[in-house]
């Protein structure tokens, strides 16, 4: 039992490349989200999935689009990276009153 | 606006120095209120859920409290292996179940 996975660990990308962030979960949750970790600012989310084929825009989706691929993967995509999206990205599943989190992906844009 | 403020933003104290970190919330519907746990590095990891006011749960030297208004951790008799940072989130529902986190506490404990 797993738990989340997220992948790849660590990335560094170009201003203007895209890219995608990978997300699985084995706890059979219905919920699903994606956040960005800054310094001072907290966790803020990004994007959301209710269930299986449903997505819906959370604090700051600017740049960003998801895809509910099954109930058990949730993919993040940065069309065109941005210095500004530098940050630690966190996936998470749950539902009723739990979530839990990945690992974690760190990503830099130059 | 649905807020959490956590204090203080860090906290430094000796080994078995018990102490206490703060969340406060104004929420529109309140469906939970969650503590994490983060180290250096990582992901969050879950430490609580409580529900409602007066309610109560301990693990190891923690224990959290809930009131209406306001959520406590308290830490007992520390050890430096709890050094880490202590998020609270409040769960709220706007077409799935949502957190919205505080910016944590930076506790460290020194031996």
């Known amino acids: 039992n797993a738990g989340v996975t997220q992948t790849p660990k660590f990335q560094v990308l170009k201003t203007g490349q895209s890219m995608t962030l990978q997300c699985a979960q084995d706890m059979n949750h219905n919920s699903m989200y994606w956040y960005r970790q800054d310094p001072g600012m907290g966790l803020r989310l990004i994007y959301y999935s209710a269930s299986e084929g449903t997505t819906d825009k959370g604090e700051v989706p600017n740049g960003y689009n998801v895809s509910r691929l099954n109930k058990r993967e949730f993919s993040l995509r940065l069309e065109s990276a941005a210095p500004s999206q530098t940050s630690v990205y966190f996936c998470?599943?749950?539902?009723?009153?739990?979530?839990?989190f990945g690992p974690g992906t760190r990503l830099t844009v130059t | 606006e649905d807020q959490v403020t956590q204090s203080p933003e860090a906290l430094r104290l000796q080994e078995g120095e018990s102490s206490s970190l703060n969340c406060s919330y104004t929420v529109s519907g309140l469906r939970g209120l969650f503590w994490y746990r983060q180290d250096p590095g990582k992901g969050p990891e879950f430490l609580f859920t409580l529900y409602s006011a007066g309610e109560e749960k301990e693990k190891e030297r923690l224990k959290a409290t809930l009131t209406k208004k306001e959520s406590f951790l308290h830490i007992t008799a520390p050890k430096p292996e709890d050094s880490a940072t202590y998020l609270c989130?409040?769960?709220?529902?706007?077409?799935?179940?949502?957190?919205?986190f505080g910016q944590g506490t930076r506790l460290t404990i020194n031996p």
């Open positions: 998470a599943s749950g539902q009723a009153y739990e979530q839990y």
């Open positions: 989130a409040v769960q709220v529902f706007q077409g799935a179940q949502k957190l919205v």
